[in-house]
């Protein structure tokens, strides 16, 4: 079931993320809900109904509304809106810094931020309106945030920066208005901290906002791949139509330099396809008649005729965008943990503040209102958790489209961590390591059989498989002219082989076991098998009414740069293990040139995934790489399952990163990518924990009776708005990350 996106506002930090989240998961049917307060969505899967959920979350104190993020429509209002509430924050910083800057130099300068005579009182009154206009201007959202969260018994952000200069603003107004409350020495007025705490924090939200925007390339890319248009052949015309317009069966025109509509078979013409925005290899693709085309690759050359075979959100390309888009949604394991500490964190911070205020009141030096203000301000300003909400999804969202842009589609946050702590990565044989596309080599009869008459029949059995060692032999009697029908009683014996009958004779073809089975006498031709499968091919029997007729030997040449590919790997650290059904002789050749010295050999479709619960059992952290339907278990059992997208649907869905092209390099992008993000993420995450753990205390004033220093409540805003900015930063530096350099580094 498709998730179901939401676009949120009035979101503020990461104690926000867990309340929204918390309302999600509690709609009847909703099975998870992850929100990215990079973007502001939340993605939930489960049978439920959008406008339970949106109810849900406006309960909780939020609005919301449902989106399809792979809409390009969308994207462009979201980049708008984006566009008009940066150009709002920069004008609210600009009215709040207008009055805070002046009066911050009037105070360094040596100005008395007191009030002592009656004309004081009324010229600092008309600050004080003043400002009080700037706090409804340049921050009235915060108030109305808190007061939101309030309602709904929350505390988010938004109530931490509006205690903070509230109080602040309302203690220099006391002292304006009633300064015989107040002592002589803590008549001090903290206007200026109030503008320049409101203004400092729209500068950060603005340069968070400009930063945050850079993030989502790789998927605002992807989306732009989209044609909008299709010229396809109606009757004896061809006409220009929109693309949703398109169905399944039309013949659609596409010529050079077209991007591809939709997805579909060429029936007319042979040109060169640019999929590089798909799969990471910047070499155009020959392609011609028959060949499959993917929506959204570039016509380089020639003019094609295809017929469409899925449109709108059956094609590849959506698949890819709400795949991506999901990956970046989601949360890896670490990320979880700092979002339950950040639903205590605000609450915390609360606490610590009145505890501060109480401190200085009880124990600290006059004049100890004066100090209580400003140690609570600081404390309340300081700790604003923006920065811990932001660390993980800003280095999710940055490497996930980081991968995608290297053709490697991660699936969840959970798979992106595990595969940076892969220790041991099993790869499948055929078409894995192999390039899937075996041809017959030797046939060597028995007896009196002829070669014609064998091919024949081998083909008529295996006509109806779909293994490709089978696809090989029937390509094989085509090319020779050979008469090729479709066998009766067709049986597949896992792990063995097939058994058919065609002309009134049984037939059997499979490995030595199949035949034994049988009882059927192999004489000398066992002997033969171990020479040709020393030579890397793969010996199958064949038999026709009990009686051995031939070997056919079928080679799978390994893909060109699957030794370089499986090199790296090894060069980071990690142990590679080949897994395969062929006989030990042929698995041995092709690990050896292949780099590879463990492999498993003759393992049964439905023992390979026991093989990876037992390396799991080991210690090991195992990465899964296949491309067929009898490797999807061992994709789901293993701790990261990679399927080669160029394999089965079945193996793509069963896995948890997908890789668009065939190399195997993928894997060492993919792993490569993970460890960048996972390094990325911590820092990030030990920044805003380090930051918190050291500037609260010091807003707290604890090393006030050392040093005799306090922190201002403007620094206070400062270090707030330049910590969230620094993650931001940090995440972004990802987006410069090259997988080739940290290979060559490993």
């Known amino acids: 079931m498709p998730a179901i996106q939401l676009l949120i506002q009035g979101a503020s930090c990461a104690s926000c993320v867990d309340k929204i989240e918390t309302a999600a998961r509690a709609v009847p049917g909703v099975t998870r809900a992850e929100m990215n307060l990079v973007d502001m969505t939340v993605s939930v899967t489960g049978n439920c109904q959008p406008s339970d959920l949106i109810a849900a979350i406006k309960n909780a104190g939020y609005n919301a509304k449902c989106i399809d993020e792979s809409d390009a429509n969308v994207l462009a209002e979201k980049a708008l809106a984006d566009k008009a509430y940066y150009q709002r924050l920069i004008r609210k910083m600009t009215a709040a810094l207008l009055l805070g800057v002046p009066m911050m130099i009037y105070s360094v300068a040596g100005g008395a931020m007191t009030v002592v005579t009656p004309g004081e009182r009324i010229a600092w009154l008309i600050v004080g309106l003043l400002s009080l206009l700037v706090i409804f201007y340049s921050g009235g959202r915060f108030f109305i945030g808190a007061w939101n969260a309030f309602r709904h018994h929350n505390a988010n952000m938004d109530t931490l920066i509006a205690l903070g200069t509230g109080a602040a603003w309302l203690y220099s107004m006391v002292v304006v208005l009633a300064p015989q409350l107040v002592p002589d020495m803590a008549r001090h007025l903290y206007f200026e901290a109030t503008t320049m705490i409101i203004g400092l924090v729209n500068l950060g939200l603005a340069l968070e906002l400009k930063a945050r925007g850079q993030t989502s390339e790789a998927i605002q890319r992807l989306v732009g791949l989209k044609a909008k248009n299709a010229r396809v052949r109606r009757g004896d015309k061809e006409l220009d139509i929109p693309i949703d317009q398109v169905v399944p069966g039309d013949l659609v025109r596409v ?104 401190a200085w009141l009880n124990l600290g030096p006059e004049p100890a209102v004066a100090f209580a203000v400003v140690c609570a301000t600081s404390v309340l300003i300081i700790a604003c958790p923006c920065a811990l909400g932001l660390a993980t999804p800003m280095s999710v969202m940055v490497g996930v489209g980081k991968a995608a842009e290297a053709g490697v589609l991660i699936r969840n946050g959970e ?26 080599t030797d046939i060597l009869p028995a007896d009196t059989f002829d070669e014609a008459q064998i091919l024949t029949l081998a083909a008529s059995l295996e006509s109806g498989s779909e293994h490709p060692l089978a696809q090989a032999v029937v390509e094989s009697a085509q090319a020779k002219g050979l008469p090729v029908n479709r066998a009766k009683n067709f049986k597949a014996i896992p792990g063995c082989g097939a058994q058919a009958e065609s002309n009134g004779k049984v037939l059997l073809f499979g490995n030595e076991k199949l035949m034994r089975d049988h009882s059927i006498d192999l004489g000398d031709f066992p002997q033969k098998a171990q020479a040709l499968a020393a030579e890397g091919k793969t010996p199958m029997y064949f038999s026709i009414d009990n009686r051995l007729a031939a070997i056919i030997a079928v080679a799978d040449p390994i893909k060109p740069d699957s030794l370089a590919a499986i090199k790296r790997l090894q060069r980071t650290g990690v142990r590679v293990i080949m897994l395969t059904g062929d006989n030990r002789i042929t ?17 049964l479709p439905e023992d390979k995934s026991r093989k990876v619960s037992q390396l799991q059992a080991e210690g090991e952290v195992v990465g899964m790489t296949g491309d067929g339907i009898n490797d999807a278990p061992a994709l789901a059992t293993a701790n990261v399952g990679f399927a080669i997208g160029t394999g089965t649907d079945v193996a793509i869905e069963s896995a948890d990163i997908t890789l668009m092209r065939g190399s195997l390099h993928g894997l060492a992008d993919a792993i490569a990518v993970s460890r960048a993000t996972m390094r990325n993420i911590k820092q990030n995450l030990f920044g805003a924990f380090i930051y918190n753990a050291a500037g609260v205390p010091f807003a707290a004033g604890v090393f006030y009776p050392l040093f005799g220093m306090l922190l201002s409540p403007v620094v206070a805003g400062a270090a707030m708005a330049f910590s969230s900015l620094t993650v931001v930063s940090n995440a972004n530096r990802l987006r410069w990350f090259s997988v080739q350099n940290a290979s060559s580094e490993g």
């Open 255 to 358: 010529r050079p330099g077209e991007k591809i509509p939709v997805d579909g078979d060429i029936v007319e013409g042979k040109t060169a396809i640019d999929e590089s925005m798909l799969t990471g290899e910047p070499m155009p693709v020959t392609k011609g008649v028959g060949d499959a085309l993917v929506a959204g690759c570039i016509n380089k050359s020639g003019s094609i005729l295809f017929q469409a075979t899925r449109v709108g959100a059956d094609t590849a390309l959506y698949r890819i965008i709400a795949m991506v888009k999901r990956a970046q949604n989601s949360k890896p394991p670490i990320g979880r943990l700092a979002d339950i500490i950040a639903a205590y964190f605000v609450p915390s911070i609360m606490i610590i503040a009145v505890m501060s205020a109480l």
């Open 415 to 440: 798979a992106l961590q595990s595969a940076s702590t892969i220790s041991l990565m099993i790869l499948d044989k055929t078409g894995t390591i192999t390039l899937g596309a075996p041809t017959v």
């Open 587 to 603: 698995a041995a050749a092709v690990a050896r040139k292949a780099g590879i010295t463990e492999f498993f050999a003759e393992v």
